[in-house]
């Protein structure tokens, strides 16, 4: 049971927006920054978004973050067969005095 | 820019300890701003943060490990380690090491983790 909730899993077809949330409470996503990480088949994570909404230098601005009280929100437009893999919202949770992520968004471009 | 690689065994036995290495370069383990952390995948599952530990030795732990697990750091080799005991087959997974940057500001945490290394499996098993 992740302390953040994602969907499981979210489809769209090349071309199309798609949108994959993030909730949690007022400890963690409330009132810390959120970042976002992608998870290409068999590799490791990478650095996404940071900051709720900031991207690190080489992503495309096809990819956006949000926060909206205790929501996060991952939104990627012009998707692109590429850009299946799975997607983890994280923050730290300062009541636990730790690390959090979500449960993870396997997308599929259709 | 920094890169990250993890080391260690393959195998462990139920009941021993995990022991893993991260070896840090293209940068320093003494800086303020950074911690370095462990983070866990167990296989077709999420990622799960084990743990980061700063350059003085100041350390916080996921609770529900907190009782098992050790993180250490050897600034003199830049490197970092975790040691998880008493395992079981729950414990089988990709183990990462990353850079965890987190600041405090007027209460908000600023956080976020990059970059992270390939990640080794461990396995527990007899």
């Known amino acids: 049971q992740s302390v953040l909730t994602q969907p499981p899993s979210v489809s769209a077809a090349p071309g199309q927006k798609v949108t994959i949330s993030c909730s949690g409470s007022s400890s963690n996503i409330g009132n810390n920054y959120v970042s976002w990480y992608q998870q290409l088949p068999g590799t490791a994570p990478k650095l996404l978004i940071y900051d709720n909404n900031k991207r690190p230098s080489g992503i495309p601005d096809r990819f956006s973050g949000s926060r909206s009280g205790t929501s996060a929100a991952l939104g990627i437009t012009g998707l692109q067969t590429g850009d299946e893999a799975d997607y983890y919202c994280g923050t730290w949770d300062s009541s636990l005095s730790a690390g959090v992520f979500g449960g993870g968004t396997k997308l599929t471009v259709l | 820019q920094v890169q990250l690689q993890e080391s260690g065994p393959g195998l462990v036995k139920p009941s021993e300890t995990l022991s893993l290495t991260c070896s840090v370069s293209?940068?320093?383990?003494?800086?303020?701003?950074?911690?370095w952390s462990w983070i866990r995948q167990p296989p077709g599952k999420g990622l799960e943060w084990i743990g980061h530990?700063?350059?003085?030795?100041?350390?916080n732990y996921n609770p529900s490990l907190k009782s098992r697990v050790t993180i250490s750091v050897d600034t003199s080799k830049n490197q970092f380690s975790l040691r998880l005991k008493s395992v079981t087959a729950a414990d089988t997974a990709v183990y990462y090491c990353?850079?965890?940057?987190?600041?405090?500001?007027?209460?908000?945490?600023?956080?976020?983790?990059?970059?992270w290394g390939q990640g080794t499996l461990v396995t527990v098993s007899s």
């Open positions: 530990i700063s350059y003085t030795g100041s350390t």
């Open positions: 293209g940068g320093s383990l003494s800086s303020g701003t950074y911690y």
């Open positions: 990353a850079s965890f940057f987190r600041r405090i500001i007027r209460g908000t945490v600023w956080n976020r983790i990059d970059p």
